[in-house]
C-alpha cells in the first residue's frame, strides 16, 4: 500500500464508487471536481497494486491558517476496519502539522452513526452544538434547512 497525493485526474474514479462506498446514499454531488484541482496538496490516495483502496479530501483553511478541515473520507467497504482510514488521518495530520496547522475538523451528518463512532475512536471530539439528538451535540441547519450535522475537532 501507497499514499500518494490527488490530482484532478483521480476525480471520476473517486466519483464512480462513492456513492456504492457510502451504502448507496447519493454522496457525488458533495465532492466536485474542485477538491481534486485546489486542494491536492493535502488530499491523498491510497492504493495497492492499482486498486484505490481509500481516499481523503481535505484542505488548510484559507481564514484560519492554523486550522484545517477533513471533507470526506472514503475507505474501500472490502478493505474496513484494516487501519487505512487511520493511516490517511495520520498522514494528513503529519503533511498539515508541517504546515503550522494545530487543529483538524470535521463534520458528518447525525444519520452516520458510524461515521460518529468512527471518529470519537480515532481521536476526534465531539464540538458543543445547539441542539442535542440521542445523546449526541449537533448543529442544526448547518448544511440547510432541517440539517442535524455534528462537528469535530482533533488537536495534532
Known amino acids: 500500500?501507497?499514499?500518494?497525493?490527488?490530482?484532478?485526474s483521480d476525480?471520476?474514479?473517486?466519483?464512480?464508487?462513492?456513492?456504492d462506498w457510502w451504502g448507496?446514499?447519493?454522496?457525488?454531488?458533495?465532492?466536485p471536481r474542485l477538491f481534486f484541482k485546489h486542494f491536492g496538496e493535502t488530499s491523498f490516495i491510497m492504493e495497492e497494486n492499482g486498486e484505490m483502496l481509500a481516499f481523503l479530501?481535505?484542505?488548510?483553511?484559507?481564514?484560519?491558517?492554523?486550522?484545517?478541515y477533513i471533507h470526506f473520507l472514503g475507505v474501500?467497504?472490502?478493505?474496513?476496519?484494516?487501519?487505512?482510514?487511520?493511516?490517511?488521518y495520520q498522514h494528513?495530520?503529519?503533511?498539515?502539522?508541517?504546515?503550522?496547522?494545530?487543529?483538524?475538523?470535521?463534520?458528518t451528518s447525525i444519520v452516520n452513526k458510524t461515521s460518529i463512532a468512527y471518529h470519537t475512536k480515532?481521536?476526534?471530539?465531539?464540538?458543543?452544538?445547539?441542539c442535542e439528538v440521542d445523546g449526541i451535540q449537533v448543529h442544526t441547519d448547518y448544511d440547510g434547512i432541517g440539517s442535524k450535522m455534528v462537528f469535530f475537532t482533533k488537536k495534532i
Open 1 to 8: 500500500m501507497f499514499i500518494r497525493n490527488a490530482v484532478e
Open 11 to 19: 476525480y471520476i474514479k473517486v466519483i464512480s464508487v462513492i456513492n
Open 24 to 31: 448507496g446514499r447519493q454522496m457525488a454531488d458533495m465532492l
Open 57 to 68: 479530501v481535505g484542505f488548510i483553511s484559507p481564514a484560519h491558517p492554523n486550522e484545517a
Open 76 to 88: 474501500n467497504p472490502n478493505y474496513r476496519k484494516q487501519g487505512i482510514g487511520r493511516k490517511l
Open 92 to 107: 494528513f495530520d503529519s503533511q498539515v502539522k508541517q504546515k503550522g496547522v494545530g487543529t483538524v475538523h470535521l463534520v
Open 122 to 130: 480515532v481521536g476526534f471530539s465531539i464540538d458543543k452544538g445547539d
